[in-house]
C-alpha cells in the first residue's frame, strides 16, 4: 500500500527549524520529537539559511524565479512541438527495378 505524502505547513516547518537553531538540537532530535525525518528538517533549515524571505513558498506556489522558467521550458517545448509539426517528411525513396545484363 502506498503511503500518503503528507504536506507540512509553513509554521511547523519554521517551529522545526528553530529546534535546531535556536535551542541546539540536532536535525534528528528535532525530527524525532516532531515527527519526521530528521533529514527533512535538515532540508527545511537549509532552504530558510539559503533565502528566508522565499523559503517555504507553500504549496504549489513558486517562486518568481521559478515562475519565469516555468513559462520559458512550457514556450520552449510548444514551439518545438511546433517545429517538428513544419518539419517535411523525409519521402520513401522509389524503389528501382534493374535488370543486369549477365554475359
Known amino acids: 500500500m502506498k503511503r500518503q505524502r503528507r504536506n507540512h505547513s ?3 516547518k519554521r517551529e522545526a527549524v528553530a529546534l535546531v537553531l535556536e535551542h541546539g ?3 534528528a532530535e528535532a525530527g524525532r520529537s516532531m515527527g519526521v525525518n530528521g533529514n527533512l528538517i535538515g532540508r527545511w533549515k ?3 539559511e539559503d533565502n528566508a524571505a522565499e ?3 507553500g504549496k ?3 517562486t518568481a ?3 519565469r522558467i516555468h513559462e520559458l521550458e512550457t ?3 510548444r514551439l518545438r512541438m ?3 509539426k513544419k518539419k517535411p517528411r523525409p519521402s520513401l525513396p522509389r524503389k528501382t527495378h534493374e535488370v543486369s545484363i549477365y554475359q
Do not use: D, I, T, V
Open 75 to 77: 514556450e520552449n517545448r
Open 60 to 62: 504549489g506556489k513558486r
Open 25 to 27: 538540537y540536532s536535525c
Open 55 to 57: 523559503a517555504f513558498p
Open 46 to 48: 537549509r532552504e530558510l
Open 82 to 84: 511546433e517545429k517538428e
Open 10 to 12: 509553513q509554521e511547523f
Open 65 to 67: 524565479e521559478q515562475q
